[in-house]
Nanobody, 114 residues
């Protein structure tokens, strides 16, 4: 079955950077688009970024455009989210998801605070 394992979260000061990783297994990774979502306390889960495959076209929610970059390594079955210029409002649990599959990983906590 689909397994997704997110990592790379942590506590960072405003303006800092983090790189999230998501290791995927249980499906043919290179054939599927991948997305990153986030869920802040008391809020609904929000789509942050998507990357297609093949081709690697990307889309972002307006609030992260220009600050976050989604990428993938099909040889490693891994999708990444590079997050720069982090803001307190980016604080959330971040999840990756394979487009077309229902499963979620356990998520990784990102906290942006001074």
């Amino acid at each position: 079955q689909v397994q997704l394992v997110e990592s790379g979260g942590g506590l960072v000061q405003p303006g800092g950077s983090l790189r999230l990783s998501c290791a995927a297994s249980g499906f043919t990774f290179r054939r599927y688009a991948m997305s990153w979502y986030r869920q802040a306390p008391g809020k609904e889960r929000e789509l942050v970024a998507t990357i297609t495959s093949p081709g690697g076209s990307t889309n972002y929610v307006d609030s992260v455009e220009g600050r976050f970059t989604i990428s993938r390594d099909n040889a490693k079955n891994t999708v990444y989210l590079q997050m720069n210029s982090l803001k307190p409002e980016d604080t959330a649990v971040y999840y990756c998801k394979a487009v077309g599959f229902a499963g979620w990983g356990q998520g990784t906590q990102v906290t942006v605070s001074s």
